[in-house]
């Protein structure tokens, strides 16, 4: 071996801003985050096409369960929606009372977190409702405003 391999001193030994900063970490970092956001945003490709009646069928479910089920999905619904609208109100207590920011936010963060819940059970009751699979966040929001569309119309 030879002696200047033993005592290799370089550029990099006394200045290397690169490993400073860490950029290869960061860069890491960044692939993680742009491979997440690209699977959230994709449209995940369905299994199987059926009918609602077909997946009744093929899961064995009786209509009386169907409406347990939406009956519960609307109780949960409410629920999470009352939860959320707690929360919000707690938040500005939060902030106007005690003067908080952080329990303002946290107390915000909470309430989404409700009402996301809220949305997915309601979401689920409202395909019950009208005994079709999946169904767009359009044509929920569409049945909230009026009367469902009969689609044969």
């Known amino acids: 071996m030879a002696i200047k391999d033993v005592f290799k001193i370089s550029r990099k030994t006394f200045f290397n801003p690169a490993a400073w900063l860490g950029l290869n970490e960061l860069s890491a970092y960044n692939r993680v985050i742009g491979s997440t956001l690209k699977t959230t ?22 209509e009386a369960e169907i409406q347990e089920n939406a009956k519960r999905y609307k109780a949960y619904a409410l629920f999470f929606l009352a939860l959320s609208l707690l929360t ?32 997915r059970f309601d979401f689920w009751h409202f395909q019950i409702k009208h005994r ?19 689609p044969a119309a």
């Open 88 to 119: 919000f109100l707690v938040g500005f207590y939060y902030l106007f009372e005690f003067g908080t920011f952080s329990g303002w936010v946290l107390a915000m963060s909470v309430t989404l977190l409700f009402g996301a819940h809220a949305f």
């Open 41 to 62: 945003f994709t449209k995940d490709e369905a299994h199987r096409t059926e009918t609602f009646e077909q997946a009744l069928k093929r899961l064995n479910v009786s």
């Open 132 to 150: 079709k699979l999946g169904c767009t966040v359009q044509e929920w929001w569409r049945g909230q405003i009026g009367p469902p569309k009969d």
